[in-house]
């Protein structure tokens, strides 16, 4: 239990949090208004056509319209400004900054959830949700704090779990679903025989090497915890190794896991980043009759 709670809150710097903030919040129009825009387009559609994932269900969520998801859409964007601001300033408060990042958390959940109620769940977005809760639950915190904090580990600690947590799950989900058959299939010829690039096209002329992936893939999702024991620079190589993986996925088939890739920053010892000094204030030269006091 003691090893274990050395894991969850051995404490890392507080600009750590920060840094991750900025890269989530700041990730949040990209994803709203590019990539998970389906919820607005399937609020147009009859409400007959909702089909609620489980999650939508337990909370009675109710089919969507254009009115509720653009009113999500603002709040929430308008939540993640303020709150991935106060990674470089003072001067808000930091129950505004808690409260301001929880409804981001609350809103962008209920905005996936509908996303993904219209028959394609991505699994790419679980540690994108789990940043999103866990990140306002230690305060504040900025860019340039070293402090060491506890509840700073815990963020950091979640963001990473949720991270190994999609990989493992994936492989999972691929030896439940195709059986130990899975490596040997063509889930991958079919992948780029449909949304192929030209340079992923000319893997298939040869079959055996996309197995060979197709093995890969599998030892490398399944051996994703040691992410969670490494450190230094093995660490940070794996972790870089994770994002070729994902580079190279893109650049097959146009699959990118954006709303996933980004957080194996939370493996990184981003409090090292510099931000730009704030100057200090100035201070106002004395009038000349305060000057003649003196």
């Not at 387009?41 to 009859?46: C, F, G, K, R, V």
């Not at 409260?99 to 958390?105: I, L, R, S």
């Not at 580990?153 to 779990?161: E, G, P, T």
């Amino acid at each position: 239990m003691n090893v274990l709670r050395r894991w969850m809150f051995g404490p890392v710097p507080q600009a750590r949090v920060a840094w991750l903030r900025v890269i989530a919040y700041g990730f949040l129009p990209v994803d709203m208004l590019l990539l998970t825009r389906s919820a607005l387009d399937h609020a147009e559609l009859p409400a007959e056509l909702f089909r609620p994932v489980r999650l939508a269900r337990w909370v009675h969520l109710p089919a969507p319209t254009p009115a509720a998801m653009w009113t999500v859409l603002v709040v929430v964007l308008v939540c993640a400004a303020i709150a991935g601001v106060a990674s470089f300033r003072d001067g808000i408060d930091r129950r505004i900054v808690t409260a301001a990042g929880y409804a981001a958390a609350i809103g962008y959940l209920w905005w996936v959830v509908i996303s993904m109620s219209y028959g394609k769940v991505d699994h790419d977005h679980l540690a994108l949700v789990v940043a999103l809760f866990a990140l306002p639950s230690c305060g504040r915190a900025r860019v340039g704090d070293r402090t060491p904090s506890e509840a700073a580990a815990w963020s950091v600690r979640m963001i990473q779990v949720a991270v190994v947590a999609a990989y493992f799950l994936s492989s999972w989900a691929k030896m439940r679903i195709g059986g130990t058959g899975w490596p040997g299939g063509e889930t991958t010829a079919w992948a780029l025989s449909r949304r192929g690039t030209p340079f992923g096209r000319w893997f298939l002329d040869y079959p055996d090497l996309l197995h060979f992936f197709q093995y890969l893939t599998l030892v490398v999702e399944f051996s994703s915890p040691l992410l969670l024991v490494l450190r230094g620079r093995p660490l940070y190589a794996y972790a870089a190794f994770f994002a070729g993986f994902h580079v190279v996925t893109y650049a097959m088939m146009t699959i990118h896991f954006l709303p996933h890739a980004i957080f194996l920053t939370a493996f990184l010892p981003l409090e090292l980043i510099r931000a730009r000094a704030t100057p200090p204030p100035a201070v106002p030269e004395p009038s000349e009759g305060v000057a003649a006091t003196s």
